[in-house]
Structures are given as C-alpha cells and as structure tokens.
C-alpha cells in the first residue's frame, strides 16, 4: 500500500512540476523572442533563427530558476492536496505530514541529480550554440573569442584584413605561449609571430621574446626581446568569455577542472560553479520543505490569491539573498563557497524548525 501511495503522491506531483516548468519556458520563449527579434531587426532574418536561438538559450535559464519553479510547484500542489481531502485521506493510511513532506522532497532531490547528469549536458551544448550563432550577426564584434582544448582562440577583424591569434594560456592580464597569424583582406597570409607572453590589458601588447616570421620572404626572420603588437582592449572580452561557464557541462567541469584551470579558468569561477551546481539538489529538496510548511502548515484557510502574492514574495526575497550571498563571497567578504551554500544552509535552518510543527499538526 505505501508503494502505491508514494507513486500517487509523486506522479500527479510531477505532472504539476512538469506543467510549471513548461508555463516558465513558455513565457522565458515569449520574453526572450522579443530581445532577439529587436536583435535582428535590421538584418534580413527569417523568424526562425530569433526563435530557434530562444528555444537554445531558454532550456539555461530554467535550469537557474528550477529552485523557484519546485517551489511553486510544490505550493500549488500541497494546496492541492489540503482542498480536496486527499491529505486526510493519505492520513488514514498512516502517513503522517513528514512522511508525505519527504517522499516529496526526496524525489525533487533525485530530480536535481537527473537535470545535473541529463538535462544540464545539453543545455551547455544549447548555450553554446546560442553564443557562437549570435556572435556570427553581432554589428559591434571586432573580436571572435573561443576556448577549446588547444587553448584561447581571437579572430580580430581590421581594416587591412584579419589575425587569428592563439595561446595556451591566460593568466591574470597575460597571455603566454602565443601565435599570431596575420592575412590580408584576399585569405593570404602575410606574417607569422610567435612569442612567450605578452601583456594585453592596453593597446599595443606588450609582448616579450618574439620571433616575426615574414611569409612573404621566406627567407626573412626577426628575434625581438620586446615587440609592440597594435590591437584593441579585449581582456575584458576575454575575462567574460571565462566567467561564462554555461557552456560547460557540471560533468566536464569535473573531470577536467586542472585542465580549464591551467587554460586560464580561475579557481575562484570554477568552484563557485561546482559549487552552484552541487548545492542544486538539496535546495530543490529544501524548496519542498518551505513550500509545505507556509501551506499544509497554514491552520487557517485563505484565499488563493493570499498564497499566490506569498509564493511569489518567498521566490524574490530568496533570490535576491542568492545574488547578495554570491556577491559577498566574490568580493571575499565571506568564503566563495560558503556564500553559495548559505542559502541553503539558512532556509535548512527555518525548515527544521518549521516541519517540527507541521509535524505536531
């Protein structure tokens, strides 16, 4: 009987999470259809390509906001159960308001697993695609940036024609081990320019022990110990293209963290990453718990639009603690991973006092 009850319990409380996550993805779509359509306006575009680029980068966003959509989800349906008796009906049978609370949050624990394993691999490659297709129609980008495995890759766009620039490493304002190849406006190559490291916080580089390589005479080779090389300010480019780890899926982010760290990914980025997305889990299994403790925990009866203006109140004030927990850590006013954590450490905190109660109830 408890096998048959716990499927009940979840099935029609997964039919309702999966109902909100589609009425969020749906108004993310609607939302980011308007952005992108204002993107392309004055590109001939079909649109196809502003909604194909939404429905990439929506899936990314839901993802952030899967703790707030459990929690309505969970409000709604604890509701649910209150008004129409299932609640007592489920009582007859033994179960108290903890267990059916925890058959619940435990399964919101799982799920956060399967969207870290399953869902979030694909969202990566989704953004991914998102950022590379919109960066191809970008009026303003001068700069193409990408990381992959054989490093930082620049393709810089000027008026004579275009380098594609490469080094294996970024640290802090420098880049090391680097290759320049420098082509005219026709695809030829001009000249090639190999160098240790050069520091690109201004314009020029300064780039130390250079070698310039002239392709137009073979024959011609020029050793520097310092060498100007005229650009833009892109480290700032740089620095946002690592700080944008949605590309990275949570698993690669593990197996290869020594790898993305000697790319030039700082320790401090990764780790809050990780960090985000392990905490993930217990905070869907905590959003569970809130949700049932301001509804089956609720005596009184009120009317539905009381708990609709508290669920959405609960979702901000909780995010804005997020965002404010997030920022202190990176400002080192507290540790980085503890201010991700301290979220769900604190609502943890008000959840155990809270299902005390309901559970007295």
């Keep these: 009987m408890n096998k048959i009850i716990n499927q009940y319990l979840i099935i029609n409380y997964f039919k309702i999470l999966v109902n909100t996550i589609l009425i969020f993805f749906s108004l993310g779509i609607i939302l980011n259809l308007f952005e992108e359509i204002e993107f392309f306006k004055n590109l001939s575009q079909s649109f196809s390509l502003p909604l194909i680029l939404s429905l990439s980068f929506v899936p990314t966003l839901i993802i952030e906001l899967l703790p707030f959509v459990v929690f ?5 349906y604890f509701l649910r159960l209150k008004s129409n008796k299932d609640l007592l009906s489920i009582k007859i049978f033994g179960y108290s308001n903890l267990k059916i609370i925890f058959v619940l949050a435990f399964f919101a624990f799982i799920f956060g697993f399967f969207v870290l394993i399953a869902v979030n ?3 990566s ?9 919109k960066a ?10 990408s990381v992959n495995k054989n490093g930082l890759w620049i393709k810089e766009i ?3 024609g275009y380098n594609i620039i ?3 490493i970024l640290k802090g304002d420098t880049l090391e081990k680097i290759s320049i190849y420098t082509f005219d406006k026709n695809n030829k190559i001009l000249k090639r320019i190999e160098s240790e490291s050069a520091i690109i916080s201004g314009n020029p580089w300064i780039m130390k022990n250079t070698v310039i390589y002239d392709l137009n005479n073979s024959s011609e080779k020029i050793s520097l110990e310092n060498y100007e090389f005229e650009t833009e300010k892109i480290l700032d480019k740089i620095n946002s293209l690592y700080k944008n780890l949605n590309t990275l899926p949570f698993i690669d982010l593990i197996k290869s963290y020594s790898q993305l760290n000697a790319k030039g990914y700082s320790k401090q980025l990764l780790n809050e990453k990780i960090h985000k997305f392990l905490s993930l889990p217990f905070f869907l299994f905590l959003m569970v718990v809130l949700a049932s403790i301001f509804s089956i925990g609720s005596v009184s009866s009120k009317p539905n639009y009381y708990y609709i203006i508290l669920s959405i109140f609960i979702s901000v004030v909780i995010f804005y603690f997020k965002d404010l927990s997030v920022a202190l850590g990176q400002t080192e006013k507290i540790n ?9 450490i604190a609502i943890g905190l008000f959840c155990t006092i809270g299902v005390i109660q309901i559970n007295e109830k």
């Design 72 to 76: 309505l989800s969970s409000m709604f």
């Design 121 to 123: 691999p694909i969202t």
């Design 125 to 133: 490659v989704l953004v991914k695609y998102y950022e590379t297709e």
């Design 136 to 145: 191809k129609y970008a009026r303003d980008v001068d700069h193409l940036i």
């Design 158 to 160: 000027n008026d004579n």
């Design 166 to 168: 490469n080094a294996q």
């Design 336 to 344: 980085l991973t503890l201010s991700v954590w301290m979220p769900v």
